[in-house]
């Protein structure tokens, strides 16, 4: 959300992962299984065909599909990056239309046309066939999805959501007739029949099912997190076999921070401090809504989501999402913060008055303190806190070398406040003075969490530039 040492898994480890699974189920065994199953759920009793497969009144159902598809932050993946031309000229390619592409450990793949164009897109698809491929990730060619698309997380989708974003999608968006990029991966990961031992072994299978034991809100909280909002899929570590590692709380590693493309998804649970445990549900809600709540700033990769889904999510369905995510268990963080101890009154009072000798303060006063201040405070609805940021805080920090050599910004919402930027520091400092920047950050003001080192950061800033 705000974005021990997990990573990615390495391309040797899936392909070893993989061939442990044939071997282990059995081809044969595993595929009938899967077979049997899939049928079932397309051939199920009442699935109606695509002429009829909206729920009650058209324009109502388009309406909510298109609420959902937000919800679901479609376009975020299935839209291209716009491009520039020579004179500076901004194109923005159609929406949905697919050919983003989307780094993995194994290999570029890139989004598909899900327009209702009949050809190079979903618009042949029949109501069964558009949810099979949701919830089973299964093209309507037989061909497997890789879980990049995050239909693990879709199969919780509820039979009416489903239907209303197939009435979205075949009435309420403009076909494009336009192929996508290809995906090509190598081998063995070109092998898309593995796929669909993976999602036998992985995936759930059934929609969301209420927790009698909560309340409404609490309810639809985690149905939106687990299913439509499919949180999981960054912010939880995955295994060896890059599947994720739990998908609803009853799962101790559910959504207690996942890697992706150098980008650390942080613990969404009620950890404190380092993950939303000392967050207020309110501005939990307003981070979701505007990008900015509780001193707290979206960077990274969580910029677009913000952008693109959840400024556009009502106000019921925010502070529900808020309150399921505040009532996870708390995971372990080796990480405190203490902003009433003597240390942090003693480190905030030297960085005032600039008599500090420890490593990386003169680099934080002369780089950092005017947009973050020399309290660590930031500037409300500016600048992020740095004292207490469960982002500073928390146990990877590839985010953070990742903003000092890239830099960032805020994003841009129908609301204010306005999007501001990060330098990138990549000329500016060296490894060394990074790293000892981060940890001054990470050890002031009360904050207390491990060092970075010059190896962390030389360690980022080879793979960025890989």
Not at 183 to 188: A, H, Q, S, V
Not at 190 to 196: E, S
Not at 299 to 325: K, P
Request: glycine share 10%; charged share 15%; net charge neutral.
């Amino acid at each position: 959300m705000i974005h021990a040492r997990r990573g990615w898994p390495t391309v040797a480890t899936i392909s070893a992962a993989i061939s442990a699974t044939i071997v282990v189920t059995g081809i044969a065994a595993a595929w009938a299984v899967h077979a049997a199953n899939a049928a079932h759920a397309t051939t199920q009793p009442g699935a109606a065909p695509s002429s009829n497969a909206v729920s009650g009144d058209l324009a109502a159902s388009i309406k909510r599909g298109a609420y959902l598809a937000k919800m679901a932050d479609c376009a975020g993946c299935h839209t291209a990056t716009p491009t520039t031309d020579a004179n500076g000229n901004l194109t923005k390619p159609p929406a949905f239309a697919g050919s983003l592409p989307m780094n993995s450990p194994f290999g570029t793949i890139y989004s598909s046309n899900i327009t209702p164009d009949p050809r190079y897109g979903i618009g042949a698809y029949t109501y069964e066939q558009f949810a099979h491929a949701l919830r089973d990730g299964v093209a309507r060619d037989g061909s497997h999805l890789y879980p990049a698309m995050p239909f693990p997380s879709f199969s919780k989708i509820n039979e009416s959501d489903m239907r209303d974003l197939y009435a979205y999608f075949m009435h309420g968006v403009t076909p494009v007739a336009t192929p996508a990029h290809q995906t090509r991966l190598p081998f063995p990961f070109n092998q898309r029949w593995a796929l669909g031992i993976w999602a036998w072994m992985f995936s759930p299978n059934h929609p969301y099912q209420a927790d009698a034991k909560h309340d409404v809100h609490w309810n639809r909280g985690a149905y939106l997190v687990q299913s439509l909002g499919h949180c999981g899929a960054c912010h939880t570590p995955r295994g060896p076999a890059y599947e994720e590692l739990g998908y609803t709380g009853s799962s101790p590693l559910y959504l207690t921070g996942g890697t992706n493309d150098h980008w650390f998804a942080p613990d969404l649970r009620s950890t404190s401090p380092s993950g939303l445990g000392r967050i207020p549900i309110a501005d939990v809600a307003a981070f979701l809504k505007q990008g900015h709540g509780g001193g707290l700033v979206t960077f990274g990769s969580m910029v677009q989501v913000v952008e693109d889904s959840t400024q556009y999510v009502d106000e019921q369905d925010l502070d529900d999402i808020a309150t399921y995510l505040k009532s996870l268990p708390p995971s372990d963080s080796a990480s405190t913060y203490a902003p009433n101890s003597l240390g942090a009154a003693q480190s905030e009072d030297a960085l005032r008055t600039g008599h500090v000798d420890r490593p990386g303060s003169g680099l934080y006063l002369s780089a950092c303190a005017r947009c973050h201040q020399a309290n660590g405070q930031g500037v409300e609805g500016k600048y992020p806190a740095l004292a207490g940021n469960p982002a500073v805080l928390g146990s990877d920090t590839q985010s953070l070398i990742r903003l000092l050599i890239e830099g960032g910004r805020s994003p841009a919402t129908e609301s204010e406040p306005l999007p501001r930027k990060m330098p990138s520091f990549s000329d500016q400092l060296t490894d060394k003075e990074m790293a000892r920047v981060l940890t001054f950050v990470r050890t002031t003001w009360g904050n207390s969490s491990a060092p970075v080192t010059a190896r962390d950061v030389s360690r980022v800033r080879s793979a960025l530039h890989h």
